[in-house]
């Protein structure tokens, strides 16, 4: 039976994906200075405040001065560059507590003579690829987030005026039963905006500039539905209208909720966290499996325990749609690619100083971009097994 399925983004603004770029960041600049430094590192924002902690164990002399210089060019970045919007990188207030990662997590972790390199901690990762877009995301997260994308790109190069940092999208999808997309049946479009400006002018611009640029024209029909701005006002936005936190848009960062989740979030982590390389890796090779034409999706899994190198397990579904069997793909991931931290690390190259892309509009999907697990290099692999 036919389904309707609805996927949320978030802009560059948001106040959880501002403290995700701190976050990211700040590991990036370490990883530049130290590509075997270890990092979880955290952000809060509430109001003008802004709250940086966890753990960084590293060579480089990180002190509190340069953290939160770098969180100040972030945040400039993010939009937050003028006080109209009460929260600026200028004015803001820093406070810094970093202190150096668990012995004991460590203990578990890093590399000896006599013992690999094993998961930073236990955990659940999912990676999901789906033959809807050239990107194989599914339909709503990647429109959405094209919609964010849009939306901070209208308001940087002054082609709509008078708008915020601040936004959000989502996108609805019309499925049939082979769940294929049919159309989109409803756009919810949220943009902080000038008190000057109005709701009606918000509107217009919206639909000119952002939602007819975006969504393809087959996709809309007479029974699409908009909603922008459906709450009326939106002047109030950023940590001072609501506060933001890292990993709190888990299913933004993955796959708008079509695939599963395992609850692990990405920014301010190095790639020791499986929570992070090991979700990188299954986004990968489901992606061979789909590019390869054997499956129209595929959803892979990947559970790890601390301290250990090698996977407690592989799970392999490809929801009916494949030309062979799930044990067979999975046989073959296992047979052609070596699944431990450091192996993952080595091959997705994720010593790297490379996050701070990764953290606005999704981590998956960028074609453009250099990132690793994006590429289609190995399909080669699964095309043999038709």
Not at 38 to 43: D, K, S
Not at 168 to 182: D, R
Request: net charge negative; proline share 3%.
């Amino acid at each position: 039976m036919s389904y309707i399925f609805s996927s949320e983004s978030v802009s560059k603004g948001h106040p959880d994906k501002v403290a995700d770029f701190i976050a990211d960041s700040v590991l990036d600049l370490v990883l530049t200075n130290d590509p075997k430094a270890r990092c979880a590192i955290e952000v809060a924002l509430a109001h003008t405040t802004v709250y940086i902690f966890g753990e960084v164990s590293t060579s480089y002399i990180l002190t509190d001065e340069i953290i939160i210089e770098t969180a100040k060019k972030a945040i400039d970045f993010c939009g937050y560059n003028d006080e109209k919007f009460i929260f600026d990188a200028k004015s803001a207030t820093y406070h810094v507590n970093i202190h150096k990662q668990s012995a004991d997590i460590a203990l578990g972790v890093d590399e000896t003579d006599n013992k690999e390199q094993g998961a930073g901690d236990q955990g659940i990762m999912f990676g999901y690829a789906k033959d809807d877009t050239k990107e194989l995301l599914p339909l709503p997260i990647f429109l959405a987030h094209e919609l964010t994308k849009r939306l901070a790109f209208v308001r940087e190069e002054g082609i709509v005026s008078g708008l915020g940092p601040d936004g959000k999208s989502q996108v609805s999808v019309l499925y049939n039963e082979n769940h294929e997309p049919l159309e989109v049946t409803a756009i919810v479009l949220s943009t902080q905006h000038e008190a000057s400006k109005t709701l009606e002018s918000v509107k217009d611009d919206m639909m000119e500039h952002v939602i007819l640029e975006v969504i393809p024209k087959h996709l809309i029909t007479d029974n699409t539905k908009y909603y922008i701005n459906p709450t009326g006002r939106f002047v109030i936005g950023g940590p001072v209208g609501d506060s933001g936190l890292t990993g709190r848009k888990l299913i933004v960062d993955t796959y708008g909720g079509y695939s599963r989740h395992g609850g692990g979030a990405f920014s301010g982590k190095d790639a020791s966290k499986v929570d992070r390389s090991a979700s990188y890796m299954a986004r990968y090779l489901a992606k061979q499996v789909v590019g390869s034409g054997i499956a129209k999706t595929c959803e892979i899994q990947l559970a790890y325990a601390i301290g250990v190198a090698e996977p407690v397990s592989l799970y392999v579904n490809t929801f009916g749609t494949s030309k062979v069997s799930n044990e067979v793909i999975a046989e073959t991931i296992s047979k052609n690619f070596d699944l431990r931290p450091k192996a993952i690390i080595n091959y997705l190259g994720l010593t790297n100083p490379i996050f701070k892309q990764t953290t606005h509009n999704g981590h998956f999907g960028k074609l453009d971009s250099n990132l690793s697990w994006e590429k289609l290099d190995k399909i080669d692999i699964f095309e043999q097994l038709v």
